[in-house]
C-alpha cells in the first residue's frame, strides 16, 4: 500500500476504533454514564451520620465508577417513599412495616446488608432488678415494673420508629400501656431513667451526664438489621444493581471497617 494511502487509512480508521473502544471503557468504569445510572436513595440517618454510607460511597468510586445518593430520611419516610415510588431505592431499619410492604409486593429484592447490636441502657445501680437476667424481654418488662413502681423512668422513643417497635414487640405488645401507666405515677424526685440506644449510635456519640451502665447488649432479641430494597413503583437498573454491589465483598469490607457498631449480616 502506497504511503500516501496508509495514512488515509489510518486516519479514518482510528477515530473508529476510539469509539468502538468507548463502550467497553464505560463498562468498566461504570457500565453506564454515571448520570444514567445513578439511583436515588433513602437512607435513615443512623447508617449516615455513623459513617457507614460514606465508606459504601468510597468503595462504589472504585468498584462501579458512580456513587449512589444517599438521602437523609427517618425509616418511616423511607418506607412511605418506596411504597410511593418516590425513591428508587431505600436503606432502611428493620421494621414490622416493611415486612407487611414485602408482603404486599410493593417493595422488592429485600436484603440485609448491616446489623447493629441493641443497648440497654440505665444508671449504675441496678433499681430495676435486672441485674443477671440475661433475656431482653423480661429484663425490659421489670424496667416498665420499676417505672410504674415510681422508682424509674423511661426516655421516650421516637414514636414507631425501629426501636420502639422494638421495644413494643419485646414488651408482649405491652409497652404503650404501660407507659401509660407509669406516667400516672407522680414523683417530685428526678428517677434514674433507662433506654434502648444502638451500638452504632453509642459508638459515635454516646449518651453525655448521668452515669450510664449497659445491661443487656446484642444477641438475637437485642438486635436492628440495616435492610436495602427495591421500589416496585420506580424500577431503576442502578438501584438493582446496588442491592446487589452491597452484598459483594468491598461493601461488606466497609461494614468491618465499621466494627463494632455495624457488622456484617448474620453468617456472614
Known sequence: MPLSARRTF????????GLLAAPSMSLAQGRVPARADSPRIGADPLLISTG?????????????????????MGTRQVLTALEQGAIDAGLFLSHPRADRLDQEGLIFDRKTVARTDVLLLGPATDVAGIRGETDAG????????????GVASWQPLEADSPLEALAHRLSGG??????????????????????????????????????????????????LEAQIACAFHARHPGAKLLVKWLQWPLAQNAVKASRPGWQGPRGG
Do not use: H, I, N
Open 52 to 72: 457507614l454510607t460514606g465508606r459504601w460511597q468510597s468503595s462504589m468510586r472504585q468498584d462501579l465508577g458512580w456513587t449512589a445518593r444517599f438521602e437523609a
Open 138 to 149: 423480661r429484663a425490659l418488662q421489670q424496667v416498665l415494673a420499676a417505672c410504674r413502681a
Open 10 to 17: 489510518c486516519t479514518a480508521t482510528l477515530p473508529g476504533l
Open 174 to 223: 405491652q409497652l404503650r400501656a404501660l407507659l401509660s401507666l407509669a406516667a400516672s405515677v407522680q414523683t417530685g424526685a428526678r428517677l434514674p431513667s433507662y433506654r434502648l440506644m444502638t451500638r452504632a449510635q453509642w459508638q459515635a456519640t454516646p449518651p453525655q451526664g448521668e452515669p450510664r451502665k449497659v445491661w443487656l447488649a446484642g444477641g438475637p432479641q437485642l438486635m
